[in-house]
């Protein structure tokens, strides 16, 4: 298909050509980095875990330890994303990453030389927990920067599957490496696996983003901003960005719905996901091989499901995917939550249809999120978006405990199946969500949006290495 540049300058035969696979080779060489970047801290994560339970023996620890990583998203996802709009976004992926890997260094040495503390691991696995949350939006709002709307579904699938197979490996690998090494040694593969992806993400050439992209991206700029002037990112406040967001989501029909129905995922599968080891060994008298088998059960559908989404080229009905993806997953909790006593092929079953469609569910929203917002407002909606989702899993793993007292384990999960799956037939038919099924429609063709990032990348090439994006 023929298409005409903004500008309406040709752009040399080769360039064009190789538009796609020039920025999507350059975002596939950022996302292995990360991906090598995420299992580090996978590694290290589980690591940190074992050990405070293995020396505390305590419940309280680690409860507070899952709190304190989630208190950074929810605290700094709306500065973290005014971040990711206002500055260079390899810059704040660097800085992070970087920041991450000296905070592992120095605990690597406070273990060596200073008497262990629990608090000390503790308050650096908190300090692990901020870089991230800065990290996130960054790397969020980069993706659509540099994947084809058309690729978005493909590539977020791919995403899903490789930290399916992350979270397989990271507890296998982090079990071996400290049962040979210990604590202080395990935490150098994040220290190596920085190494990695910062190199890698140094080669990466990020597209900037030009004033056509933004015009050409914008959702009714004038209302999102006073005296009708297109809002500078630059010259915001915190609060200011905050409300640039909120006005972003409420501006693109159907947005509101979509994230409400994810963060209402979030909350209610919380007891489920924090009860699971209590049901196996409790209720079912299960032991660690049992869970192991159940574990199999959750990432084989997960690995499944991750991979049907990244092969499939369109998904025609978006939103009803995402309504089937989560019934089954509500279904699935419900037959979960009714299993025989001792009867785990019922459980790990229950558990397959669980996480089968997970990821299809998932990966279709975050791509209909990213296509639907522009780009250089994405950081600031996605940091809202992230927020949401960590401000209900926070919920939810504070009231687990008390509700599975008051109610019973049994009950509180059923319930929790019941109400989500009430709740997600009753968004897809009475909210706006199914508006987001025309969006790329609405946001505008893949193909423009595609020749101008190979303009870009074509110039960024023949820039000197003093003018190349850091």
Known sequence: MQVLLMSHTPIPSESTSASTPSYMKQFFLLWTGQILSLLGSEVVGFAITWYITDTTKSVL??????LLTFVPRLLLAPIAGAWADKHNRKIILAISDALQ???????????AFAPMNIWIIIGFNTLRAVFQAIHGPAYM??????????????????????????????PVLGALLYGAYGLGRTLWIDVITFVIAFSLLLMTKIPPLPQAVKKSLSV????????????DPQKESLMDSIKVGIKTIRNIPGLLALITIMAMANLLLTPFNTLTPYIINVVHSGTEKDIALLSVGFQLGLILG???VSLKKEWKRKTLMVTFGLASVWLGTILFALAPQGNFTWLVVSG???TFLLPIATTLIITMFQSSIPLEKMGRVSSLFSMLNSAGMLIGYMVSGPLANLLGITELIIGAGIIGLVFTLYMFFFSGMKHMNHIEEEAGSDSKRDIEFSEILHQTHSESSENAVV
Request: hydrophobic residues 50%; without cysteine; charged residues 10%.
């Open 220 to 231: 009714d700029s004038a209302s999102l901003s006073k005296d009708g002037q297109t809002e």
């Open 141 to 170: 709002a980069v993706m659509p920067q540099m994947v084809p709307k058309s690729k978005l579904s493909n590539v977020n699938g791919l995403n899903q599957l490789f930290q399916s197979l992350t979270g397989l490996a990271a």
């Open 352 to 354: 397959f249809i669980i």
């Open 101 to 111: 890997a000296f905070s592992t260094i120095v605990l690597i040495g406070l273990i």
């Open 61 to 66: 620890y680690l409860s507070l330890m899952m």
């Open 306 to 308: 991750s991979i049907a």
